[in-house]
């Protein structure tokens, strides 16, 4: 197994696991306090903003592949079992639901059709 393909497993295993915790935060049967703290891990790992921006030379990306395992090993060894055996089952589910190119394109088809009416309503109206 190369480099690239032993990165692309462990990413795909970080997202599952993220999904563990995004799931278990929402199941009523997890402790208020780890069910915040699971809530504030998948933010952050699901958030574009860093507490170290990416654009930063190696520190960048350092908080992404630290601090987001430990938040979700974290969750993962709080959570009742029978809380992290549903929530591993919903994420296995998510991960493995096909995705639909044709039906993303109809989306973004649908929003830049909505974008263009509105942009050509505010253009009249400020020539009126």
Do not use: C, N
Request: charged residues 20%.
């Amino acid at each position: 197994m190369s480099l690239l393909d032993s990165l692309k497993e462990r990413a795909r295993k970080l997202k599952r696991q993220t999904l563990v915790a995004y799931f278990a935060a929402r199941d009523p049967r997890t402790p208020l306090l780890v069910r915040l703290l699971a809530l504030l891990v998948a933010a952050y790992a699901l958030s574009p903003i860093d507490l170290i921006p990416d654009f930063i030379p190696v520190l960048g990306y350092l908080d992404d592949l630290i601090l987001v395992p430990l938040g979700v090993s974290l969750v993962v060894s709080l959570l009742p079992e029978t809380v992290l055996t549903a929530a591993r089952q919903r994420a296995e589910a998510a991960v493995d639901r096909p995705t639909s190119k044709v039906a993303a394109l109809f989306i973004v088809a649908v929003w830049l059709l909505v974008l263009t009416v509105l942009v050509r309503w505010g253009m009249a109206a400020l020539h009126r």
